[in-house]
Nanobody, 122 residues
Framework: QVQLVESGGGLVQAGGSLRLSCAAS????????MGWFRQAPGKEREFVAA????????YYADSVKGRFTISRDNAKNTVYLQMNSLKPEDTAVYYC???????????????WGQGTQVTVSS
């Protein structure tokens, strides 16, 4: 069992930046690929970014490419999402997830955090 806890969400103006963190329990963190997903009210949960077990491969949704950066520090059992040039459309609850299968599919992830709210004002 893996426990994930997100932090770093908040309120920011358009054009600003936030860095989300996801802390994982256990010594097996490095065996999982990690992903970030988001869900706005009334909308489906959507893929944002993912990173492979070693951090050697990253994946991004087209909507965030060039603005967001995912990274991980396996020594700290933590994955990060640096979000720059934020837009009101980025407003959502952001979820961290751990899995071992296809990186962009929500159904491929086995463990999920509780989410952290990101609100971007215009």
């Amino acid at each position: 069992q893996v426990q994930l806890v997100e932090s770093g969400g908040g309120l920011v103006q358009a054009g600003g930046s936030l860095r989300l963190s996801c802390a994982a329990s256990g010594r097996t963190f490095s065996t999982y690929g990690m992903g970030w997903f988001r869900q706005a009210p009334g909308k489906e949960r959507e893929f944002v970014a993912a990173i492979s077990r070693s951090g050697g491969s990253t994946y991004y949704a087209d909507s965030v490419k060039g603005r967001f950066t995912i990274s991980r520090d396996n020594a700290k059992n933590t994955v990060y999402l640096q979000m720059n040039s934020l837009k009101p459309e980025d407003t959502a609850v952001y979820y961290c997830a751990a899995g071992t299968r296809w990186p962009t599919r929500a159904t491929s992830y086995d463990y999920w955090g509780q989410g952290t709210q990101v609100t971007v004002s215009s």
